[in-house]
C-alpha cells in the first residue's frame, strides 16, 4: 500500500521534472498569469538577457494594478499605468502571449478573472507576481505568488526551483448563522493563530464549513492565506468545484472535462495522510469581524472594544501594538463601533465578486451613504461589472451614494492613484491594513461588505446584523 | 550575479516581527522607478515623518548603523506582498544579508535570486547578535558564507545552517535561467508525457467551434506555394491541435480546365462559409484567350466586394539575414518593422460615377470619382489605432489634404477626431502621400503603422515591399468586418503574384504564403502563440541558411520550394 498522501503533496509530486540538490525541486508551472507591474519590465529583462519564452500558451496576461478605475478610463488616464500598460502590450504580443486589455470582457484583477474565464484549474500549478495567488487554491490549484526573477525564470524555462513546504491543515468546523461571511471566517482565523503560522506551509482549509461554502466563498478564504503566512492556501476539488467550472470559457468541454474531473478526483487528501500541523476553528461563535491594527491579525469582533496593550505580557507584541494604535488613531479600551469613518472601499481579489456586490447591494437598497463619507465600488472584473449591471446592482450603489468604477486592484493597493488620504479612515473589503497600504498615512480597516456597507451608512465602523434586510 | 562569500559590515538591529514588504517599500514608490533608485524609499514609512525629514528615533537613521550591510530583525522577516522590489530596496540602502528568526515565504526566495543571503537563526541567538551590536562601539559584524558562522562585534561567533544548494548559488552568483535550462530536454520529455495524460492544461480551446479554412491556390506559383503552406496547416492541425477544418478549391485558370467556368456555385459558396482563406495568386497569359464574357469580373476583387474585405493589413520587416538582397542600402533599412494598413473597398476603385464619353470633336473624356464617408474612415482608422497599442504605439496616417481638401480633408479629420475621442494613447502622425514614398525608401524604419486609403496603400505598400528585399517573403491580410458571432472573415494572400516566369519551376519562395498563414492564425484563429511559433521558425530556418532563389544573393545556392518548407517544418518541430 501507498503512503497516505496529501492534496498539496499529489499535486505537487506529479510536477516534479527533477529534484535537484538540497531538497529543492524543478516544478513544471502549468499556468503563469502576469499583471501590468511585472509584464512589461519580466519580457523586456528577459529579452535583454538573450532569453525566449518557453511556452507562451501557457501565460496570460491582464492589467489590473496600476490602471485607471475611473469611469471612461483610457490607457494614460493613471499616466504612468500607461507606461506599464504598453509595455505590457508590446511584450506580451510579442512573446505570443494571450492579453486580456481594458474593455475586453476578459479583463479584471487576475485573481478573479482567471477564476471566471476558467483560466485555473483542480490539480494544476499556477503562478504570479503577486502574493494573492494564493486565491486560486479556492478551486483545488497549488498556486502561489513569486517575486519578478522567478517571473523570469517561468517564463524562459515555464518551472521554478522551490523547495516544497510543510503542511498545514485547517478545519473549519460548523455552521455560521445570518450575517456571517467567508471574510469573517478567514480573518476570525487570523485573528486566532497569527499572521505567521502558516510560514513555511502549505494549507488544506477542510471541514463541514468548507464543503457548504461556494467557490466564491472559497477563493476568499484563499485569499487570506498569505496573510496567514502560508503562500499557498488551497481546498480540495468537489462537485461544487466541478459544478462551478462547467462550461467555462477555458475550461476542457465534452469528453475531455468528464476524464479531467475523473483525474481531479484523485487528488483528495487521503483519510489517514498525516499533516505537519493541524488546527480546529470553531464557526459557530464567530461574529463580523473587524480590524484595528495595522495587520490582519489585529482583529475584534465588530461589538468587541480595541484592546488595551497595558494587558499584553510580552514586551515586543506590546511595543507594536502601541504603535499600531499610534498610526491609527485609536484609543485602548474603547468599543470600535462607533469610531468615524472617511472612507468605504468595496472590491478587490478578496470580495471583488459578483457574490460580494450582491451581498452589499442587497443591505444597501433603499439607504443612503453617511454625509462626510465617500464609498467606491469596485468590480473585480469586467465580467464582474457586467453582470452586476444586467441585475441592475450598479444602480443601488449609485442610487446610495457609491462610486461605480471599472474594474482593477484601485484602493486595496493604491498603485494606481487611488488612495485613502493621511489620516483618514477607510473600512475595506481588502486584505491588509498595513501601514501606507491604502496610501501613505491611511488608516485601514478589513472588514466583509456586509460589514463596509454598514460602515457607509452609518458614517461609522458598524454592526452590520443591526441593520437588517 | 554578485557573489557572496564573505561580508564584513556594520550591522543595525531592526528587532520588529513581521515586518511587510509594503513598508520595506511603498506601493506608490515601486511606479516608474528604476530598480537602483529604490534605495531612498526603504522603510520610507518608519525612516521619515510625515514632513518629510528624518526620524531619528528609527535605527538606520543613526549614525552608528547608516552605513549597515547586514540586517538582525524579528520574526517573519518580509511578510505580505510578493514585491521583489523590497530586496532591491534593501539592497539599494546597502544591506546584502539578513539574519532573522524566519521570512517571508516569497521574500526568501526573492533574496536568492538577488545575491541576498537571508540567515535564519534560533530567537534566543538573534536576540543575542542584537545586543551585541547595540552594545558594540563599532557594530561591525563578519558574515562567513563559505564556513557559515557570524562574528559579532564582541567577537563571539555563531554557527549558522543553509541548504548546499542556496550556499553554492550564492558563491557562485550563478544565473538560474541558465542553469535550468540545461534541463531543458527534461523540462519538454515531462511536457511531452503530461500532454497525454493532462492534455486540457495545454490545449485550451475558447470555442468549440472549428474554423473553416478554404485553399484557393489559384494562377502561376500559386498551386507551387500553397502546397507548402497546407503542409504547415496540416502540421498546427496534428500537433498543436488547432481547431481547423481545412478545405480546398480550384480557382483560376485551374478551374476553367476542370470545370468550363471561373467560379462555380460550389465553391462560391465555400468562399462564403469560410472562416478564412488562403490565397495564392491571380494571373496568368491564359485568360487572353477566354471569352471575354467570362473575363468580365474579376474574381479576387469580386470576393474583396462580396465579403466587403475592407481591412487590409500589410507587416513589412527586414530579416537581418537578407539585407543583403534588398534594393537599399542594408543601413537604411536596417531595423525596419512596419505595417501598412490600408482601406481596401472604398476610394477612386470603387467610386461612382465612372465613365468614359466621346466629345463632339472626336477625343475622349474619362473619369472616375473618389468617395469616402465618415463610417468608412472610422473603421478601417480603428484597426491601424487598435494595431499600434499592441506595437509601438504609433500611427502615421497617409493623405494628400493639401490638395484634395474634399476626401483626404475628410480623412485627416476623421482620423484625428477618433484618436483624440477613443485612442488618446496613440500617437498619431500625418503625412502627404508624396512625403511618404521618398520617406518609404529614405528612411523607413521611421514608420511603425502607416494608414491610408485604398489608392494610396496600393502605391505604397509595394514600394515598402522592397525594404524587405524580396516579394516573395511579404505575407498580407484582408479583413471584413466584426460579425454578429464574434468573427470576422478574412483573406490572406502573399503579395508576390502570380510570377508567370517561373510558374511550374518548383523555385518560388513560400515564405509569403507561410507568414500569410501566421496572420491566419492570429487573426482569424486568435491564436497569437501559435502565430508567433511559425513566424519564430520561418526566421530560424532563414538564419539556419534555408534559401530559394530570390533571396540567395549572387554565388550563392539556392533550394527549391520545397526544401523551403521542410526547412520551416523541422524548425516548427524543433521548436514544439
Redesign the interface.
Known sequence: MTTPRTLFEKIWSQHV??E?????S?L?I??HLLHD?EAGPGFGNLAK?G??V?????TFAMPDH?IATAPGR???TNP?????L?AM??G???????MF?IGDEGQGILHVAAPDLG?T?P??TLVC???H?CTHGGLGALA???????V??VL????L???K?KTMRINLEGRCRGALSAKDVILATIGKIG??AG??HAVEYAGSFVRAMTVEERLTVCNLS??L???IGMIAPDDTTYAYLSGR??????A??G??VA?WRTLLTDDDAAFDIEHMIRVDDISPQITWGT?PQDVISVDGRVPDPSREPDA??R??MHAALDYMGLAPDVPIEGIPVDWVFIGSCTNGRLSDLREAAKLLAGRKVAAGVRAWAVPGSEAVKRAAEREGLHRVFTAAGFEWREPGCSMC???N?D?VA?GQRSVSTTN?N????Q???ARTHLGSPATAVAAAVSGTIADSRKLGV | MEKFIRLTGVAAPLMRNNVDTDVVIPMHRLIGKQRDELGRYCFEPWRYRPDGSENPDFPLNQPRFRHARILVAGDNFGCGSSREHAVWALQGLGIRCVVAPSFGDIFFNNCVQNGVLAIRLPVPEVERLADDIGQADTPEMTVDLEAQHITAPSGATVAFDIEPERRQGLMEGLDQIGMTLKLDSDIRAFQQKDRGERPWIYRQEETENVARVLILAGDGIGPEVLAQVRRIVEWFIAERGVAIDLREELFGMSAWHAHGTLMRNETWNEILGADAILFGAIGSPEYESLPAEARKVDQLLRMRRELDLFDNLRPVRTIEALAATSSLRPEVIKGCDMVIVRELTGGIYFGEPRGVEQLTDGTERSFNTCVYTTAQIERIARSAFALARVRSGRVCSVDKANVLPETSGLWRRTVQALRDAEYPDVELSHMYVDNCAMQLVRSPAQFDVVLTENLFGDILSDCAAMVAGSLGMLPSASLGPLRADGRRQALYEPIHGSAPDIAGKGIANPVGAILSFALCLRHSLGLPQDAARLEQAVERAIAAGARTADIAGAGTPSGTTAAMGDAILAALEKGN
Open positions: 521534472i527533477a535537484l540538490a538540497g531538497g529543492v524543478l513544471h502549468d499556468r507591474l538577457r532569453y525566449g518557453h511556452d507562451p500558451g501557457l496600476a483610457q490607457t494614460d504612468a499605468g500607461g507606461k506599464l504598453r502590450r508590446r506580451a504580443y510579442a512573446a505570443g502571449v494571450r486589455d483560466l484549474l490539480g494544476m507576481p503577486d502574493s495567488t502561489f505568488g513569486i517575486g519578478a526573477s522567478e523570469e525564470h524562459a524555462t515555464q518551472t526551483r522551490q523547495k513546504p499572521t505567521a510560514r513555511g498569505i496573510e503566512g502560508a503562500k470559457r477555458y475550461v476542457p468541454k465534452a475531455l472535462f476524464r479531467a483525474h495587520s515586543e507584541r511595543r507594536s493597493v493604491g498603485a492613484g488612495v493621511p491588509r498595513f501601514v501606507g497600504r496610501g501613505p498615512g
